[in-house]
């Protein structure tokens, strides 16, 4: 019977999805990050680690079609963000790309609930029926925290408005190319008005 390798839980927690430095497996993967690096690397995926932001996933790697290899199955869907979800990762992603600017102190990036609906309501027509925007607004922040890129942190008080925290893995995912894309095909849209 195969011996189970002691960075096991690394490895299937990688297959859930992202490990950040505050899960308990952080500090097996930085240990065994090379041994967990060539596992994948046998099935067609990479180990993208971020040590210094603190976080690790797993990306698709491409075949390489000059060679013949034949595409892998896809490990995990893709699936297409709306306008107004891909509006919201491109404004956390500026406000992240602010916050690493000009943050001395903390290490950290947080908004809250009314911080992200006032940035992202500043995009939408005028809307009467308020309590209808704030309703879809909150489903495009729920569906941004649903893929990994935001958190909602707990409410020292009763009354007080949710926090999010922004997570450094949208540096990752929402990149430079995603923004240049994105702001092209925003001024397409602006420009055909």
Request: with cysteine; proline share 4%; net charge negative.
């Amino acid at each position: 019977m195969n011996e189970i390798k002691e960075y096991a839980p690394v490895v299937i927690q990688l297959l859930k999805g992202v490990i950040n430095h505050e899960d308990r497996e952080w500090n097996d993967l930085l240990v065994h990050q090379k041994s967990v690096g060539q596992y994948f690397s046998q099935i067609g995926l990479g180990l993208h680690l971020h040590e210094a932001d603190g976080y690790a996933y797993l990306v698709q790697m491409e075949p390489d079609t000059d060679s013949g290899q034949t595409p892998l199955p896809r490990l995990v869907r893709r699936h297409p963000l709306s306008f107004e979800v891909s509006l919201l990762c491109v404004l956390l992603r500026e406000e992240m790309d602010s916050f690493d600017v000009g943050s001395v102190d903390a290490t950290k990036c947080f908004l809250s609930l009314g911080d992200i609906r006032e940035r992202l309501q500043l995009y939408f027509k005028d809307n009467v029926d308020q309590i209808r925007l704030y309703r879809e607004l909150d489903q495009y922040i729920r569906r941004v925290a649903e893929i990994g890129l935001i958190k909602q942190v707990n409410r020292t008080r009763e009354n007080q408005e949710p926090m999010y925290q922004v997570l450094p893995l949208i540096k990752s995912r929402i990149d430079g190319d995603f923004l240049a894309d994105f702001k092209r095909k925003l001024k397409e849209y602006v420009d055909s008005l």
